[in-house]
């Protein structure tokens, strides 16, 4: 049995790849009704909260594998930690990012707190280190669709991001066969770097419209994402990770995917396509 620990979007498409290798998987969710389509694809969904040890102590029987995707809450995935260590889980997937204790971005530091949780446990484990995802800019593609443009403070910064769809057919394929990937570290990316006036060149080939990029300071960025209705110490941690993509800090690939998967990582064209009528 494989449990999933959200029904994010990597943790249902996780799910459901596993469900097509006709493996039994089991998600975890606080609102059952908010996840039909996986009880129609044949996946377990149990309710639980990650804040109720046990609840997920319930979840956990008779489960050999965890793909543990949530947000980068230490209490929240440290609960799964221990309750995977009471359950004698076999192995971890950890979907994470780069992380660091000292870094100035509180969800970093969040990740780095579970990363050494997990890391102590004793647990099997495997790390998966991705790079910014593509669908990030679903968040945008309201503004785009009605003013053909869009803005950030990532200047010319390149970033390696990766659609969220490959890291989920990561996670499945070291969840169903993780032997060789016990107490590894992967940073999967995309193929290639693109910067933000990149993206709009792609929009606007896919599109077949032109969208055009326009560069935002620090503080209008932050405020950008509070008026959009995010949290502000959210806003304010997002507005840090993308001063630091304008400083490079996110213009690396990886052949992961293709490593893992045996074929190239989705190009940002293909998401773009994938998702145009978003963007429209």
């Known amino acids: 049995m494989f449990l999933i620990t959200t029904a994010s979007k990597v943790g249902a498409e996780t799910a459901r790849l596993l469900a097509q290798r006709s493996e039994p998987v089991r998600v975890l969710v606080r609102d059952q009704g908010k996840a039909p389509a996986l009880a129609q694809a044949g ?8 804040e109720d040890p046990a609840t997920i102590d319930a979840a956990m029987r008779g489960v050999a594998t965890v793909a543990l995707v949530s947000p980068a809450i230490p209490r929240q995935e440290l609960n799964v930690v221990n309750s995977a260590v009471r359950a004698g889980v076999e192995h971890v997937v950890k979907i994470t990012s780069d992380s660091s204790a000292d870094s100035p971005i509180a969800r970093r530091r969040g990740q780095a707190e579970i990363e050494n949780g997990l890391i102590a446990s004793g647990l099997s484990y495997t790390l998966l280190k991705n790079n910014a995802y593509m669908q990030n800019f679903l968040m945008q593609a309201p503004m785009i669709a009605a003013t053909n443009s869009f803005g950030s403070s990532t200047g010319d910064g390149r970033i390696g991001m990766i659609d969220t769809r490959d890291v989920a057919a990561l996670a499945a394929e070291i969840a169903a066969s993780p032997a060789p ?3 590894k570290t992967y940073w999967p990316t995309g193929p290639e770097t693109l ?13 077949d419209r032109p969208i055009t990029f326009h560069s935002l300071t620090f503080d209008q960025q932050r405020q950008a ?4 209705g995010l949290p502000e110490h959210v806003a304010e941690d997002n507005a840090q990770a993308l001063s630091l993509f304008a400083r490079g800090e996110a213009d690396y690939t990886t052949s992961d995917v293709q490593s893992i998967l045996a074929r190239p990582a989705r190009t940002f064209e293909q998401f773009a396509a994938d998702h145009a009528d978003a963007f429209s």
């Open 43 to 50: 996946i377990e969904v149990v309710q639980g909260d990650l």
């Open 195 to 207: 910067s933000y006036p990149d993206v709009a060149a792609a929009l606007s080939k896919v599109l």
């Open 181 to 183: 990937h016990k107490g």
């Open 225 to 228: 994402m509070i008026d959009a």
